[in-house]
């Protein structure tokens, strides 16, 4: 069948359908907006769809739009659009979603009618372009940090996370071990309007935003990027940071890189933010603790009691000790653990997670772990140096603020323990001997 096409002799009030009306397996549903067509305008006849006949009738134009009118047009409203070329033109028009399914043999299903990567940024290093190749996933175009997206568990909008098993740290302002173990993610609740659009609107309620200057987000303190219309975002979650401590360290994954210490102490990293865990059972643990006391006190046949032999089970003896010792699985990084801000960065500072704190929960005997994070900045002498300076270790593990000099040495109000700074935090500090030594 032939393509059918008008070109208006008047001018027509039609409307524009949200993206859902067309694809009828989505729920949502907008307001319509009208769209007013000048006369001369060239519009294509769109399929009916199926035996819907309380659907109204649907025209492409020119640019791509899709409008609908009420009633189909008459002859006196336009006149068939004959010309050859521009059929051709009108009707080579394809939509990203069919363009992806019949060149990439792959449905896009969208996961709200906001795009995730036109409003968020990266969270290891404030990117906004994002890449996708290999018809799967993103990631960001500076430091390689990968997303992934998802549904909310119900509501319209969107999840996104973050995973670092193949960033490049040197990109970002967050230094991580690489691993499949620990992620990010974010959830943007949807406010029932298009961020991008930066015009005023009844719907406008913030004091700040005007006619003359929408307010809009300035991306220091959220996951979405600065210069969105503020007023039209709906309930935003910021990035939380949580999964499995990593516990094997493969070296070829992550090389390593030098920590250098204001005394001069140099340390290996990323090997500190890697925990090792036995996998016993609680009897092979009741096992490996009795050898380990055996041996600590036996002089095994063939053994002559010199130095030597009786240093060497005394070694056996604290190894077997420290094994039996190890968290049994990898420990837990609880839901929104500490994140440092990146407010808190001078210029060419990153964070660093160093490593971290350990501790067993009363209720479900899981390890936990905070991770205990560090300011460092790149040392680097030439290209192929890796070394980071540490320039504070004050990040409080409990709340991820900077603990100054003062407030170290400050007393808690037992009374009114909010009046202090880091007035809750010192319970952890206590418990894991924290104790900062570079701080303002
Ligand atoms: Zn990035
Ligand atoms: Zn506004
Ligand atoms: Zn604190």
Redesign the pocket.
Known sequence: MSPTAYILRQSVAAKRPSRWDIHARYAMRLPDATVDLPAGTWLLALPEAGDNHSYPPHYRLADGRIVCLDAPLTAGQADPLTDPQALAALTAYRSLEQTVEEDWGLQVEHVDRNAPFRLIQ?P????TEFVTVGFAGVW?D????EFHVRHTAGDPGFAVDCTFAH?QPT??RYLLPRSDELLLTMVCKNGGGDPLDLTHNQHCHRDDCTAAQVALTDGRASPLRAGLHACVLGDVYDWSFYGRVPTVYNHDQHGYYTLLWPDGQEELWPRSAFVNVNGFRWEDKQKVTSAAALLATSTPAGYSPDFGSLRYRDELAAFLKEWAQRPSHPPVVGYRSIWPKRSQLQEGERYLLHRWLLHKEKDDGWMQASPVWLVVTDAAQEKYDRRWRVVRDNICPHCGRPVSQSEWESQVNEKRPWDTPHGYCRDLWAQHNWQPTLMD
Request: glycine share 8%.
């Open positions: 990266c290891l290093c404030d990117g960001c500076r430091c390689q940090a960033y990109a970002a």
